[in-house]
Each structure stands twice: as structure tokens, then as C-alpha cells.
């Protein structure tokens, strides 16, 4: 019914920067919150970043002030990009879209690799 497709992982040295691209197909993109996770390996699984439908952003401490993240409607594409990138920020994100209003809409994309290591 929907599918997020994700883009813009890789390696990155410390203190750089990525762009993260979740591209939204099926219906319902404009009504749901979209969310990005992160997971590494042997730890939980933990949000990072929130965009809700109405615009509303929320962000896990540990990024806060170097991710943002945005949603272009017109593209149906939810961004996160990346800044002052840190070793600690190694996972696989993924992306997951949900609505407070239809339990059973919830998404998630296949996941994206980003590595940060010199």
C-alpha cells in the first residue's frame, strides 16, 4: 500500500555532513507524522527526528541543533540532513511514517547505512 524508499547514506569523517531522502509512495503522505529512527548494532532502536502532518518538529537530544529534519509535500519526501557529524551517530536509519488517527498506517523504509569514521 506504501512504500518509503530511502536514500543518501554512507561514509562520512567526523564533522561532516549527509542528507538523508525518505520518497514517500501511496496514500495518505500529507495526514501522516513521519518519523527518522536509528539503530546500531546490539543497541535499541531509537527515534531521532519528528515531522509531524502539521509541521510540528521534535528531536532527540543527542542531535538536536546539528539534524534537521523537513518534508517537501510536493515531493512526498521526507529529509534529514545531517551536520557536525560524530562516530556515535553510526547506524542504520530508517524511516517510518505513522498516524495518530488510523492505528494501522504505520511504515518504515528499508534502512540506510550512515558510518562516520575517519
Known amino acids: 500500500q506504501v512504500q518509503l524508499v530511502e536514500s543518501g547514506g554512507g561514509l562520512v569523517q567526523p564533522g561532516g555532513s549527509l542528507r538523508l531522502s525518505c520518497a514517500a509512495s501511496?496514500?495518505?503522505?500529507?495526514?501522516?507524522?513521519m518519523d527518522w529512527h536509528r539503530q546500531a548494532p546490539g543497541k535499541e532502536r531509537e527515534l531521532v527526528a519528528r515531522?509531524?502532518?502539521?509541521?510540528?518538529?521534535n528531536y532527540a537530544d543527542s542531535v538536536k541543533g546539528r539534524f534537521t529534519i523537513s518534508r517537501d509535500g510536493a515531493r512526498n519526501t521526507v529529509y534529514l540532513q545531517m551536520n557536525s557529524l560524530k562516530p556515535e551517530d553510526t547506524a542504520v536509519y530508517y524511516c517510518?511514517?505513522?498516524?495518530?488517527?488510523?492505528?494501522?498506517?504505520?511504515?518504515w523504509g528499508q534502512g540506510t547505512q550512515v558510518t562516520v569514521s575517519s
Open positions: 517510518r511514517a505513522h498516524m495518530a488517527s488510523i492505528s494501522s498506517y504505520e511504515y
Open positions: 501511496g496514500r495518505g503522505f500529507s495526514g501522516a507524522h
Open positions: 515531522i509531524t502532518s502539521t509541521g510540528n518538529i
